[in-house]
């Protein structure tokens, strides 16, 4: 029988512009008759595609598949460095960071990077899945089994906080309704009364992020796009449906989510009205 193993892929982004790295786990009964689904695993802002050995995660799904915890798949870690897998610059280039300068921010269209270059990629490479219920974002089990293998920096985590408390004015109370965590769990992990026992601490750091560097690494156009994504990916909503809400042409609709300067700024106005008011009401729909 074979062994499980891990396979370096290096390749040039022509998104990028620039050579990238992926590392790709391939299961024990991987072989070129039967397609198994992906798992794309995305290292946070500090880290890259080594994540797989660093967090154990080759092992751990040698593990739990054995166990039947999960079934075998193919499991990739692709390079995104610090751009939070965002679309933020229609140039890939590096910038300092606002909040601290020592500190280097990668902004560039990694959301497309990911999308049209490392799952095309994947899927001309290895025996895959290829369609969208072959291809996963996120698996709660494997994610709990190696979190634990994480030594969490408190510290970072504090510091990032009171980055939010101090320069975007976000106090605890609103950063515990945003987050869902404990208001009493945060003012405690803020008085060093909870080391090392970080609730959710890979959402919370992304959060964390988003809420100061990430957010202003994305522009305006961009941000709608984000929301109209989320629009179609969560609830199903077409872009006739939000063309008619915004009292724009479906053409208008479908050359702003190709080139967002395609349109005047008027029609962007009015997307993004419709846009942002379809969001908030259908967040606030019970489940």
């Avoid at 799904?61 to 915890?69: E, F, R, S, T, V």
């Avoid at 906080?161 to 987050?179: A, G, R, V």
Wanted: charged share 25%; proline share 2%.
């Amino acid at each position: 029988m074979n062994k499980s193993k891990v396979e370096k892929v290096n390749f040039y982004s022509d998104v990028l512009g620039k050579e990238m790295s992926m590392l790709v786990y391939l299961p024990e009964c991987y072989n070129n008759s039967t397609p198994l689904p992906v798992l794309y695993f995305l290292h946070g802002r500090s880290g890259d595609e080594n994540i797989m050995f660093e967090m154990g995660i080759n092992t751990k799904a040698d593990q739990m598949i054995k166990d039947g915890d999960i079934k075998p798949m193919i499991i990739v870690c692709p390079r995104i460095e610090n751009s939070m897998g965002l679309n933020s610059s229609l140039i890939c280039k590096e910038v300092s960071d606002l909040g601290d300068n020592n500190r280097i921010i990668n902004i560039g269209m990694y959301k497309d990077y990911f999308m049209k270059e490392i799952i095309f990629l994947t899927d001309k490479t290895f025996n895959t899945i290829k369609d969208r219920k072959g291809r996963y974002m996120d698996i709660e089990i494997i994610r709990q089994s190696v979190s634990k293998n994480i030594n969490q920096n408190d510290c970072i985590i504090r510091g990032d906080i009171q980055n939010l408390i101090n320069n975007y004015k976000i106090e605890l109370k609103s950063l515990s309704k945003i987050t869902g965590i404990d208001y009493v769990w945060l003012k405690d992990f803020m008085d060093g009364k909870n080391n090392s026992n970080i609730q959710e601490p890979a959402y919370l750091s992304n959060m964390l992020y988003m809420l100061s560097d990430g957010i202003l690494m994305i522009n305006e156009d961009n941000r709608i796009k984000g929301v109209i994504d989320v629009l179609i990916s969560e609830f199903e909503i077409k872009y006739e449906t939000l063309a008619i809400y915004a009292k724009l042409e479906l053409e208008d609709v479908q050359n702003f989510m190709d080139d967002t300067n395609s349109i005047s700024i008027e029609k962007k106005y009015k997307l993004a009205v419709a846009v942002l008011f379809l969001h908030c009401l259908f967040k606030r729909l019970p489940n």
